[in-house]
């Protein structure tokens, strides 16, 4: 819902039926007061059809109008229509065509040509023309058929399905079915109900009431009333404008002023917050004053386009336009320029970036991308069936994806590099119903009549079904076992309540003010608060620990953040908005950047210098870490292919036609790989000494290592089995022995029993943190018992074990969550923190014997020193991005230096030498280590360091740990899960941004992530054996095949050389998806590709944000669709919830600011609360040409048609969305 600023006018849409396909129709309604000066509808006064398009001849040309009731002129001076063929509306940015005699044709460009074009025919003995068709450049077709004046229906050629339209006597539109072409219902319709003013009063579907509307006497709606519960209303002054709207309990209320000899509108918020707007003549923002008196200015040309915005901050974009209207140039600060080529069909083919890049796209006759090709060389290739479909994509390795499909248009199979082939069917509304993998297994689906996910059949036989809610506002998932988790979220989708398969339970508060969340609750009950300043920044974090932490903020960017003492770490930028340095007490880091990529060329901390030097496109193929040089060379594809550095060594990979890494080697010891059609490993040839075999389940779980050394001697290493939840059960170890595991229905472990005789059982409080242990030892009888289900209620196990002669273990907690003491049958571990919840001290005490170790930390959150019960202390030094670069000890002689390959650690270096680590370039997962010869790393089902081979194969050593990795005998390696370092001094894990404590199962510190990191601050993951956390501050989950993933779109995670993740979503059916690299310094150096028309690109330093040329594609923000973000785990809506919410969580996040700011504009931070239509706050186009809802196969599920209102706007809206949205 919008507020015209400038007229007060109120205006809403609402899709109510819709369907899939390669040319999408849906239906969707207009309000608008101003239309009530329009006349009567079909739809009765203030409403227009989605399908109200017209096209009339004037005395200067043609008229065009859309839904929204605005209109467009073209202008036909001296017959130029017939003699050219087609006239333009620079100002709209729209292209009226003559198609034969009769028909004329309306199509958008900006960016690029629009996706769809507008038909019409002229109305017989009228000057009017009315809408026949919409077609893509392949002219798959929707026609639109037309009876005694009326539309009657809108027929999808291609999927032989139709909307179909009734009236009633007085002309009303009262019905819309979804049906076949042959007139058979296929379930969809939406009714409509009128007064006897013959206003739209409700509306219902085939669920029941959608939504209910009463008016005032001028026909200006005064409620809504949605199906989810949602309220909104309205009132109005005198002159028909909208003075006040507020949504359910208040949400997103708001007051408008006129000052109409001013041209300025003030907006008063739900916080009594006023935003002021200064507009021009034709009702344009020029200026927003946020409540705190940050000022964005906004100027236009003569044609109402944006020509320049510029921020609080004072950054600034400056726009131009060529004589068609069409987007020439986006000039960032620095004198950085994108420029757009068009073609005379208005379609992008060539694209200079700000680096001075060109970039050309080829085109077919159609317009669509049949290549891209880069200065470099690299080029992308697509071909396209006679409907307009993506047939092939060719990558610039030459490895090819192909699609067949069916006669509806919908991808029939898949085939990928390596002649992989996936298969997928699909029900009557083209939703897939099942998919078959390249092995024949099989994923099946059902939806309820929302079309929502109502079950689902997984590979291996496990069924998950789903249930909602009337107003949709809560999902069940009942898995077959009985187990039961769900969601519960608002009217407007905020998540209120999360409940996990054990019951514990997560609430959420909100305030007025949309996703602004006040407060969250632990399971565990503590409570963490939020308060926002009157712009809506988050300045003060009231943590459940007791602590505060606070923000400040400067023309809409963070400036200071103030730990719980009271510690200061300011921030300073540039005109770019970069982060350019950090104070605190620690000192000062500084932020060089590359004035060509805009990306970190130079990190100076007080301890450190980190170089970069960059290659044409950013990337960063040169890096000096104090003294010890690191260079890169990459391929086309943007995959680092050696790595070689000052200390003599060199690492070179290839890969393979699907783009999975092929060989890595280091000084000659290669490693080669083979994987499945999964892209799982399946085999690894160990530099001709040995060789790694593996095997996977139907559940896409790894169940079998297998290694033979020399001529083939070997066999199993390890096994793995897994219960009817598909969770770890049982593992084999060859060198270790057995192990039966029982995890809880959230995964935590409970029961751990080993071959050599140890039972071990485990209790929990809510959050996670471990309140008990009990360890048996030659007593299998219980376990038993727990594993055959018998009955006993896990909070009496403890005593029952403790009865049957185990050793009893407690912890213990103070009321901030902090662990303060383990008391073992005969030992205690006693803990102290500081104010901001660090562990200053530790001590053991073993019979007669105490020992403690005391720990110092600096400001950003670091351990910087530990003393030893022996009065020794090692210090530890880091660079400017929280790496530890030196430990130093009382004897200089065993001091050591760290040389990282982005995040993961690549040297040791000591007073005898240097020790290599060499990691797989997409995993992270140490794989060699050179210390003097070459040595072979051997990792779990978690890639956690598990045997160490020597150069000939053999069993150099075998690491030891306990379920909660305590080192049960010394090995050569050194690491314990993964990304963890063992620090012998303190028995501490050097986790990268945290330290680990095994005996207690937990970090030394909070999680720097804050609540992102989960429930518990301190928690390491709830199973050892399942997940991993390996830098400290994110919890990864057991690695599964993609494709049998939950989710219908799968994520990849890909830790490139160099670089920290990245996480990018692929469509399981296109393939379609980002593929993006992050370098150390925060810039995207790649460009992202949708995977359809052409690409998107991204470059977030250089504020290059959404840059569509051909068809992009967005996230779907119906009610209907609004579910999907939530529905699969309560992990993912926890996460949503605080998204946006938690900017940093304490002084010491350097490493999420090296170069990105936490409030930049061009990515949304509230920076505006009024814009113009059609324009983001980045200045691209909002509703871009062709901006399409994606289905599960990446096709359009709604397009949006040519807009008459175009990109320049011709009106100026106040969005508030109250309620929700």
Known sequence: MSIDVATGAMSLEVMDIGLFGTTPVSFVRHYDTANLARGTTVMGPGWRDGFDFRLRRTLEGFAYSGPTGSEAQFIDRGGELLRDGRLFAPGQRLELRRIDEKRLGVVAYGEDRGAIELLFEPIPERSGYRLVASRNSSDVRVDFTWSQGRLVAAQQHRERRMLHLKYDAAGRLVRIDALTDLGAPLGPFVRYVYDVGGRLTEVHDHNGPTHNYSYDGSGRILDERRRSGTVYSFVYDARGRCIHATGTDGLNQRWLEFDDAQRTTRVRDSHAGVWQHVYDERGQVTRTTAPAGDVTETSFDDDGRVARRTYPSGYSIAFGYDDRGRLASKQYPGDRVVAYAYDDRNAVVGYRDWRGHEIEIERDARSLMTAMQYPDGRRWERAYNAAGDIVMKREPDRAEMTFDYDALGRVRSRREPGGHVWSFEYDALGLPTRRVEPDGRVTAWRYDDHQRPSWRRLPDGREINYQYDSAGTTMRERRADGRVRSVRCSPCGHPLEIRDFEGRTARFEWDTEQWRMTKFVRPSGAAHEFVYDANGDLVEQRCSDGTTLRYEWEARRLVATIDAVGRRTEREYDELDHLIKLRNDDGEIEFQYDPVHCAVAKVISPDSVTEFVRDRFGRPIAELQNGVAIERAFDANGRVTGISTSLGDVGEFSYDDRGLCASAGWGGDTLSFAHDAYGRETRRDIAGVAVLEQEWDLGGRISRQSLFVGAGAGGPLREFRYDARGTLSITNDGSRGWQRLIHDGTDRLLAVDESGGTTTLYGYEPDGSRTWEVELSDEHRLIEEVFRGLGIPWDQLRDEAVRRGGSD??????????????????????????????????????????????????????????????????????????????????????????????????????GDGRRLYGHHPFTGQLLYVHDGAPNYVLTDQVGAPAELLDADGGLRSVVRRSPWGRRVADDALGSGFPGQWYDAETGLYYNLHRYYDAEAGRYLSPDPAGLRGGFNSYGYVVAPGIYTDPTGEMRMGPVVVPASDVDTNRTQVNRPAGGEPYMGGHDNVTG????????????TVTDVHDGSNGLTHHVYNGRESGSELGTSRTSATDAGASTTRWWHSEQNAFTAALEGHIPLTGTGDIHFDISRPPCDPSHGHGCMDAVVRGYDLDGAPAKSLGQQLADHTGR???????DPEGEGGDRVVHRFEPGCG
């Open 1072 to 1083: 379609n998806g980002g593929t993006s690299r992050v370098d150390l310094g925060g810039a």
């Open 809 to 910: 273990g407690r912890h213990r907690y103070d009321t901030r969550g902090r662990l303060t003491e383990i008391r073992r049958a005969n030992q205690r571990i006693a803990y102290d923190y500081d104010e901001v919840g660090q562990c200053i001290a530790r001590t053991i005490i073993d019979d007669d014997t105490s020992r403690t170790w005391r720990f110092s930390w600096n400001a950003s959150g670091r351990l910087i020193a530990a003393t030893t019960p022996e009065g020794e202390i090692w210090r530890y030094i880091y660079d400017g991005a929280g790496r530890r670069i030196r430990k130093l000890a009382p004897d200089p002689a065993q001091s050591i230096g760290y040389v990282w390959d982005g995040t993961v650690l690549l040297y040791e270096l000591t």
């Open 1196 to 1202: 359009p599920v709604v397009v949006s048609y040519p």
